[in-house]
């Protein structure tokens, strides 16, 4: 990446910003040492900015990044003299979000260890599958997951809150010193289709990928940040990164509710929030507060934004929407931003700084402007492969993302969906996103999915499901209609399936294979 763009961006958002020589001289030192991991970036930090409030949890706990640092090696002192872990080890950090999580990461990184970021909606045999498959040395784990993890195999060490707190509190004093090599943080794919893949994460190796993000998302050096995203997410754990790269104030809750969200970002005068879509849904669900918040950003990712949803939720907060369009494997792919969703609420943007977008046909040859295609990324934070040796088609440097998706002659990119996702109704091709968004727009629906279901005629045809709002009724006709008014013939669903509630993981993401039950 070109030195004057990174100089510019780094001066935009204060990271350039004059201090004392001591201070500055140390925070440059802990990069120097421990390098742009996770351990390095909340060093420099406190280096910079000792006293600061690194993070504070929704029962008033404040630590700074003196004290914040300080646990995290206490923690990695205890890992390493109470369970002999070291250089190369994994553990498992099942965890929703607080100060516990981020210190036993940290801790992992200072040591070296790979953290394995364990979704907390996992159900117990697919936790044992992970733990299995990762070769977990230790499991850290909140204490309301206590019944998941004890059909675990017994000779794996179970860390609760209690023992981690002890593990704080009891730490031997010991020099720490940067590890022969960097501890990786593993993130479990989705899952959403099949069983969750472990996701090796690279580490950073300089400004780049920090900039190619807050150039496009304007976010500044001592903000105050809530992150609802779950930071054992792929989003989630960037911000993380970001907001100790801008020495950010973290607000955290363990579980996402959006009334106490909302209060929570007038509380602590928040200048950002880390979200995923569904949170943003929800968050349009209660009245907005008085005051509302004073937000200058709320950045989402994770999913695709439902039809309208941008346009409405900034009608009511300000222009302050940013759609990061991205996966565990590739990192981020491209930014949109308040204008372009404007312009357009179903973008995905421009792709930042650094990263090229290419749209393949399946012989890898682009396709013209407009043309559906493989969607193809290239930046510096491009995965590592799966931890069971798997990994992604590769072309000229450029990932396969597993999406469809297509670019517009100015270079707005749009996602069609997954390229397993796609429908084949009677020889017509049809993208369960157009249809969703669609119908996302009657003011009736909370939410909805379509997905492919079987068809003896036809090969397989369209099932709508939709949850909707208390009290709202909708005819399985008038469904139907409204599509058909809109689209072609073959993307009207014959089956209109009515529920309570769309099944979703703990990212938000629908889990269409709880919906492929409905038909057994």
Known sequence: MDLPFVVTTLTRRGLLTPGRPIRVASQLNALRRWGWSLAGELRQAAARDPDRTAVVDEHGT????????????????????????????????????????????????????????VNTGLSAAQLATVTEEQ?????????????????????????????????????????????????????????????PKGARRPTPNGFGPLVSIIDRIPLHTRDR??????????????????????????VLHRRFDPAATLAALVTHR???????????????????????????????????????????????????????????????ASIAGPAELRAAPTTAGRPPHGTR??????????????????????NEMLFEGYTSGGARESRDGLLDTGDLGRLTADGLLFVDGRADDMIISGGENVF??????????????????????????????LAAFLALHPGETLDPDAVREYVRHYLARFSVPRDVVFVKYLPRNATGKVLTRELRRYYG
């Open 270 to 332: 928040c200048d950002a929030l880390f979200a995923v879509p569904v949170m943003v849904q929800r968050l349009m669900e209660v009245p907005p507060p008085d005051p509302r918040p004073a937000l200058k950003v709320v950045a989402v990712s994770g999913s695709a934004l439902p039809g309208g949803l941008a346009t409405r939720f900034m009608d009511v907060y300000g222009d302050v929407l940013y759609n990061l369009y991205g996966s565990t494997e590739v990192s981020w």
């Open 62 to 117: 404040e630590l700074t990044y003196r004290e914040l640092l300080d646990r995290a090696e206490r923690m990695a002192r205890s890992l390493r003299a109470g369970f002999g872990v070291q250089t190369g080890d994994r553990i498992g950090v099942l965890c929703r979000n607080h100060h516990g999580l981020i210190e036993t990461i940290v801790a992992a990184t200072v040591l070296g260890v790979d953290a394995v970021l």
């Open 432 to 461: 369960p996103s157009e249809v969703e968004n669609l119908l996302a727009q009657l003011p009736q629906v909370r939410e909805v999915a379509v997905i492919g279901v079987p068809d003896e005629e036809y090969g397989q045809r």
């Open 135 to 195: 070769r977990l040395r230790v499991l850290v784990h909140d204490d309301e997951f206590a019944e998941r993890v004890v059909a675990l195999p017994a000779e794996l060490p179970r860390v609760d809150e209690r023992a981690r707190e002890e593990l704080v509190a009891g730490a031997l004093p010991g020099d720490l010193h940067p590890p022969e090599r960097d501890g990786r943080i593993i993130v479990l794919t989705s899952g959403t289709t099949g069983a």
């Open 225 to 250: 940040v809530m992150i609802a995203a779950p930071i054992f997410h792929t989003w989630g754990f960037a911000a993380l990164q970001v907001c100790f790269a801008l020495r950010a104030t973290i």
């Open 357 to 378: 977008v290419r749209i393949l046909d399946a012989a890898g040859q682009p396709v013209p402007d407009g043309q559906v295609g493989r969607i193809f990324v290239g």
